[in-house]
């Protein structure tokens, strides 16, 4: 933190618009005091990763949205096999039929018993336990309620065993937990954002309490306030810079992490929840935001230290 | 008023209380010209360094005028002071350096505040700090520096922008009689190029090493002439307002 190259980096640059590069080497930097930049550093990574958090929730909910709006499963619940064979037959006629209906997919005996073996063993299936019929049926709209009891009614005469379920239904609770998973990240996000400001805040304050003696004389000299806001507000902008940078590594870094911890899972649902071009954008103004709230800090201290001067 | 467009300061009648107290400055009133060199004297606590503090625009008089360069400064908006500012050298009581800063990069403060191009401070801050003695110590930074040395460097950066009025707040108080005398005749010669020299000092000895200059007393916080009128040595066409005499 105390490194001499760079304070007269910042001195070069705090008065480079009064007389060129080397003109600056006036005020020695203002440098954060301390842990600040850490401080900064680890406010902006909690962000990014909470920012990250909600975004890639939001980009999960709405693919899975998508995905299962048009969704509907219709299942023939019928203890007889050729009984419910006849029905699933009879409603893939009434499905083929229905101008409401885009696709649909009677789920092969395989699929199902693949899907049933972890819970009812090798060859289930095949004997003691009757198993539902499933089809798939992708809907031209959505699969609102009433979709669904239309779709049910149609189907009521020719296939009584038939029951018609929305995706999104059976999925409701799930969108119920990520709308609060996701409530919890603004909450995060704009409680992480108050207290970064707060010490991005304190720090540049305190940065300019220990050189109040500097800025007086410089103020003596006949500097400006635009001169002396100047040359602090660059030299504490630069060091929210370096935490932020840091900042937003470490939540990158930790993005990954839970990432790919995430894709562990395996689960299409989870695979809809990466981060689109935008989400970057937004996640890499997080330190930006560090910085600018500095530099306006820095300056309006500056400024508020300078009026009490004559 | 012809008197006062010549002047280049003009205090008319000023006080000076700082927060409630009484008035530590009263009814001063008096005219520096252009080229003259001043002493200021006065026991402790008389009132030397408020008075000056009025002169380098770094307080506010509780009552009075003041004009300087042919402006009146005590109505003059915030913005406009920092111009008025660079106009004059400042040697502070406490020299008030700059601690993070080389005493090279101390001395060309002034330079840089007004934007002089860099490359024309090289040679003149080079030059001064050799006048004042201090060209092998131009690294080090204010904190080891003697009282002496961080004096001289005050004074070498008061002087640096060749100011139209110099202030200096017992500027030998802590060297010895022979750069005290050296000083002075950095004064003296900053002087002669025109530049108005006001020396605050409670050294009398100093008062008769500048035989032109013109002599102002306070005591407990009043001009000793309360005509405000300087005249020492009397000397014709000189500071002299007339009057009094
Ligand atoms: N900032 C201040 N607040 C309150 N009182 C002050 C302040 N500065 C000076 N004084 C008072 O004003 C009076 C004059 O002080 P000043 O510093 O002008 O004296 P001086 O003539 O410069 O003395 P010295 O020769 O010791 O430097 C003193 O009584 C001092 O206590
Ligand atoms: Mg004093």
Redesign the pocket.
């Known amino acids: 933190m105390s490194a001499r190259p760079g304070l007269n980096r910042a001195l070069r640059r705090g008065f480079a618009p009064f007389g060129g590069e080397r003109a600056a080497r006036l005020v020695p930097h203002a440098r954060l005091a301390g842990p600040m930049p850490w401080v900064i550093a680890i406010m902006v990574a909690l962000t990014v990763i909470a920012a990250a958090g909600g975004l890639a929730l939001q980009n999960m909910a709405d693919n899975a949205r998508a995905e299962l709006a048009g969704g509907a499963t219709v299942q023939v619940l019928e203890a007889l096999e050729q009984e419910r064979e006849r029905q699933a037959e009879a409603v893939e006629q009434v499905l083929s039929a229905d101008p409401d209906v885009a696709t649909y997919r009677r789920v092969p005996e395989a699929e199902l018993e693949a899907l049933l073996e972890p819970w009812l063993g090798v060859g289930a299936t095949d004997s003691a336990v009757p198993v539902p019929a499933l089809i798939d049926v992708r809907l031209r709209g959505v699969a609102d309620l009433a979709a669904v009891e239309r779709l049910q009614a149609r189907l009521a005469e020719a296939a009584p065993g038939a029951r018609v379920d929305a995706q999104s239904s059976w999925l409701g609770p799930v969108f119920g937990v990520i709308a609060a998973l996701q409530w919890l990240a603004i909450a995060l996000v704009a409680l992480l954002a108050l207290t970064s400001a707060t010490a991005v805040w304190l720090a540049a304050r305190s940065a300019l309490g220990s050189n109040r003696n500097t800025i007086e004389i410089i103020h003596l000299l006949g500097g400006t306030d635009g001169q002396i806001a100047r040359i602090f507000q660059r030299s504490i902008a630069q060091d929210a810079l370096l935490g932020g940078i840091a900042g937003l590594a470490i939540g990158l870094a930790g993005m990954v992490v839970l990432a790919r911890q995430f894709r562990q899972l395996g689960s299409g649902m989870v695979a809809g929840g990466g981060l689109a071009p935008v989400d970057w954008i937004v996640l890499g103004a997080i330190p930006l935001a560090g910085v600018v709230i500095a530099t306006i800090t820095a300056r309006v201290t500056v400024l508020a230290a300078l009026r009490k001067m004559l | 008023m012809s008197d006062s467009d010549s002047a280049i300061v003009s205090f008319d009648n000023v006080g000076l209380r700082?927060?409630t107290?009484s008035e530590?400055l009263r009814d001063i009133s008096f005219t520096l010209y252009p080229g003259s060199f001043y002493f200021l004297t006065?026991?402790?606590?008389?009132?030397?360094?408020?008075?000056l503090k009025l002169l380098y625009l770094a307080q506010r008089p509780s009552r009075g005028a003041i004009r300087m360069f042919g402006t009146d400064v005590i109505t003059l908006p915030r913005g406009r002071l920092p111009e008025f500012r660079r106009r004059l050298g400042v040697v502070f009581?406490d020299f008030r350096l700059v601690p993070h800063l080389s005493a090279f990069d101390n001395v060309a403060l002034p330079l840089r505040v007004s934007g002089v191009d860099e490359a024309d401070v090289a040679k003149p801050v080079a030059d001064m700090l050799d006048w004042v003695g201090l060209s092998h110590r131009h690294e080090a930074r204010p904190a080891t520096l003697s009282g002496g040395e961080q004096q001289r460097v005050a004074i070498a950066r008061a002087v640096i922008g060749r100011p139209d009025l110099l202030v200096a707040?017992?500027p030998t108080g802590n060297v010895d009689p022979e750069m005290a005398l050296k000083l002075l005749r950095l004064f003296e010669a900053l002087n002669r190029l025109g530049t108005t020299v006001v020396v605050?000092t409670?050294d009398v000895h100093l008062l008769k090493k500048v035989p032109e200059s013109l002599i102002m007393r306070?005591d407990k916080?009043r001009l000793a002439d309360p005509t405000g009128v300087l005249r020492y040595p009397p000397r014709a066409g000189r500071g002299a307002e007339g009057g009094g005499a």
């Open positions: 700082y927060g107290d530590v006065g026991a402790s606590g008389a009132g030397k360094t408020s008075l009581q707040d017992e605050a409670h306070l916080g």
